[in-house]
């Protein structure tokens, strides 16, 4: 499976930590994007780390990528209840996504 | 500028009808994806259009096609419906790549099937 796989499946937390949430895929990238969905909702694109980046931020938002290990983490620093949703990495070619981590943010 | 549309929102059918979901990409954007979403399987890639041509497919059945117009738009068909056909079906365009960018996707709401 190229897919990419998202651990935990599911993370509780208290409004103000951080969450932190890992991706790792098994093929070479040329990137990898992280999306976020609402409760029955479309996915919404968050951000996209390219194979030569190891790092990238938007906002609260932090990503890194290590293409050694084959894996990446999004980082949600000051979390809000309006955080609370799933969490999608995605493969760059094909955009093939795993099963995502469930957020919940506790007020 | 308009987003993703999908339509309908919501489609019930019954058992071995068949249905056809459709999805309005982004104006401008070329490529289209399709992708079923249920709570035990997470989000499978169903195929991929670029330029009316179908690029990418995933592992689903022959019951599951799809097509792409002229204008970019695309629908996908399943025939032969199943209980376990019951999903979100989402749709997701994207600009073609230019100078060696790749933007994120676009998705759309998803259109909600329920099979009886």
């Known amino acids: 499976s190229q897919q990419g796989e998202e651990d935990p499946q599911a993370l509780s937390i208290q409004e103000g930590e951080n969450a932190t949430m890992n991706c790792s895929y098994k093929?070479?990238?040329?990137?990898l994007q992280w999306y976020r969905q609402n409760s029955g909702r479309g996915l919404v694109h968050l951000i996209l780390?390219?194979?030569?980046?190891r790092e990238k931020h938007s906002g609260r938002l932090r990503v890194t990528l290590d293409t050694s290990k084959k894996s990446s983490s999004l980082l949600i620093t000051a979390s809000r209840a309006a955080d609370t949703a799933s969490y999608f990495c995605?493969?760059?070619?094909?955009?093939?996504f795993g099963a995502g981590t469930r957020l919940t943010v506790k007020p | 500028k308009a987003g993703v549309t999908q339509t309908p929102r919501y489609l019930i059918k019954t058992r071995g009808q068949q249905v056809t979901l459709s999805c309005s990409p982004i104006?401008?954007?070329?490529?289209v994806s399709w992708y079923q979403q249920t709570p035990g399987q997470g989000l499978q890639f169903l195929f991929e259009?670029?330029?009316?041509?179908?690029?990418n497919k995933g592992n689903f059945p022959g019951r599951f096609s799809g097509r792409q117009f002229s204008n970019s738009r695309s629908e996908m068909n399943v025939s032969t419906l199943e209980l376990g056909d019951s999903a979100l079906y989402l749709c997701?365009?994207?600009?073609?790549?230019?100078?060696?960018?790749?933007?994120?996707?676009?998705f759309g709401s998803g259109t909600r099937l329920t099979v009886v």
């Open positions: 997701a365009s994207s600009p073609p790549p230019g100078q060696g960018r790749v933007h994120g996707y676009t």
């Open positions: 093929t070479s990238i040329n990137n």
């Open positions: 104006s401008g954007h070329r490529s």
């Open positions: 995605a493969r760059g070619e094909g955009m093939r």
């Open positions: 259009y670029f330029s009316e041509t179908q690029r």
């Open positions: 780390i390219r194979s030569n980046e």
